[in-house]
T-cell receptor, first 114, second 111 residues
Framework: DTGVSQNPRHKITKRGQNVTFRCDPI?????LYWYRQTLGQGPEFLTY????????KSRLLSDRFSAERPKGSFSTLEIQRTEQGDSAMYLC????????????FGQGTRLTVV | ELKVEQNPLFLSMQEGKNYTIYCNYS?????LYWYRQDPGKSLESLFV?????AVKQEGRLMASLDTKARLSTLHITAAVHDLSATYFC???????????FGSGTKLNVKP
């Protein structure tokens, strides 16, 4: 499968616990994005990487959230001390850099904080 | 910050009918994308529109872009039940760093 892969697909966690999600982009893509989507809404930008460099973070990304992309390949998104408001679908996308970029999305990780 | 508005947000239509979904955005951009999302699933890329006047068609769907009006349309011709899904438009920011999404149009085509 050459698409964007995300793991796990579903995560249920208790409030206050830490969770980590993984995204494996399409191999030749140098850009990687994280988005969050809540029910009935469009995806909201969280952060993006160009290779291993995290170039922009949304104000939505509080200090409980951290993302990494070591070696410019896969990426992880960690949420510390989860809150019920963190419950959402977390989507990862990847693309080539450049002006004609098209982003391809993974299947997402659905987080439920109880 | 760039704003993207779609309308309608909900659309219920009979099979065989035509309809148009509208996507307005607030600042200059000449790259617009349409995605489809089925319930509980991720986003599937439908169209990439890269210039003013761009028109693309795939099956019963046709998308167009008017960058001067900051408007894109997604036209549905002779709708079928399989087109039932949520459709999102997305605009790329000025430095191509991120996509701004509309709230989506939830389409329900009744058989």
């Amino acid at each position: 499968d050459t698409g964007v892969s995300q793991n796990p697909r579903h995560k249920i966690t208790k409030r206050g616990q830490n969770v980590t999600f993984r995204c494996d982009p399409i191999s030749e893509h140098n850009r990687l994005y994280w988005y969050r989507q809540t029910l009935g809404q469009g995806p909201e930008f969280l952060t993006y990487f160009q290779n291993e460099a995290q170039l922009e973070k949304s104000r939505l990304l509080s200090d409980r959230f951290s993302a990494e992309r070591p070696k410019g390949s896969f990426s992880t998104l960690e949420i510390q001390r989860t809150e019920q408001g963190d419950s959402a679908m977390y989507l990862c996308a990847s693309s080539f850099g450049g002006t004609n970029t098209e982003a391809f999305f993974g299947q997402g990780t659905r987080l439920t904080v109880v | 910050e760039l704003k993207v508005e779609q309308n309608p947000l909900f659309l219920s239509m009979q099979e065989g009918k035509n309809y148009t979904i509208y996507c307005n955005y607030s600042t200059t951009s000449d790259r617009l994308y349409w995605y489809r999302q089925d319930p509980g699933k991720s986003l599937e890329s439908l169209f990439v529109l890269l210039s003013n006047g761009a028109v693309k068609q795939e099956g019963r769907l046709m998308a167009s872009l008017d960058t001067k009006a900051r408007l894109s349309t997604l036209h549905i011709t002779a709708a079928v039940h399989d087109l039932s899904a949520t459709y999102f438009c997305a605009v790329v920011g000025y430095n191509f760093n991120k996509f701004y999404f509309g709230s989506g149009t939830k389409l329900n085509v009744k058989p």
